[in-house]
């Protein structure tokens, strides 16, 4: 059996002349090409072809008719984006509610990450679990489960009015406090994970080095702590912001008709207005908002890299 899984480990070897080291590694990178970067150019090229009725909703770029190679880039939705307010808006929108859906996250999520990573270790995986237990049931119904508690004949409104803590019921279903509770609820777990494998990896003499030397614990945590755990920071605010940004079903569900997201509008040039073309063209935006971060967060880890071989 063994000797059968060493043929099959060595194949790509013998047949393409790999190393070892370059068939691992080529596994992740074929698959991102099949399932994102292809489906992503696919996207691209809708964006410059034009609407029309029909199967498919958009114009070809590319045609060839009487011995002449025809091709047709229309350029007029992103030009679209740029001059209608509504676009620039609902995009400034969506990156200030992830932007606050995010902090909120790291403000909550950073205690739960050190408290976790300082308990024993048989508490620790415990605690661990807990974190990861919503994965176990699918998101939407866990955001439906909110609509629940939030409703103005919720359990939470229910709840506060059964103690006398009010006597009507709190506006929360339909408004962006809806969707602020939605997004931390549904995220909070990408930011505390990466965060937690940083700090549960710190050394922790150099904390007893601070106390002896007469450090305060706050100054300690400030000037030892924060800093080590940076990486695992940066980290989790990404994994939150991003797909934060593009969110649908948290909006469209606990969100009221004002509250503005890429993702709403995306669904609605796509099923309600059949506008392939124009969607194609704000999802490719959309993408470029999200490579800013990406590539800031790169070039930030490459001059560390830089600074520490030094």
Known sequence: MKAALTRVAQWPVRRFGLSGRTAVIAGPFVWLLLFFLVPFL?????????????????TQLVTFADGVLHIALDLSHYAFLFQDSLYFATYV???VVAAISTLLCLVIGYPMA??????????RNLLMMGVMLPFWTSFLIRVYAWIGILKNNGLLNNFLMSIGLIHVPIELYRTNTAVYIGMVYSYLPFLVMPLYAHLVKMDMTLLEAAYDLGAKPWRAFVEITL?????????????????????YVIPELLGGANTLMIGRVMWNEFFDNADWPMASAVTCAMVLLLLVPMALFQHYQAK???GRGR
């Open 304 to 306: 560390e890299l830089e």
């Open 114 to 123: 050190y408290y976790i990573a300082r308990s024993s270790p048989a508490r």
């Open 42 to 58: 696919l996207v691209v090229k809708i964006s410059f072809a034009d609407q029309q009725l029909g199967i498919p909703p958009y």
């Open 93 to 95: 929108n969506s990156v």
């Open 227 to 247: 800093p080590l755990s940076k990486n695992g920071v940066v980290a989790g605010c990404l994994l939150v912001f991003i797909p934060a940004v593009g969110e």
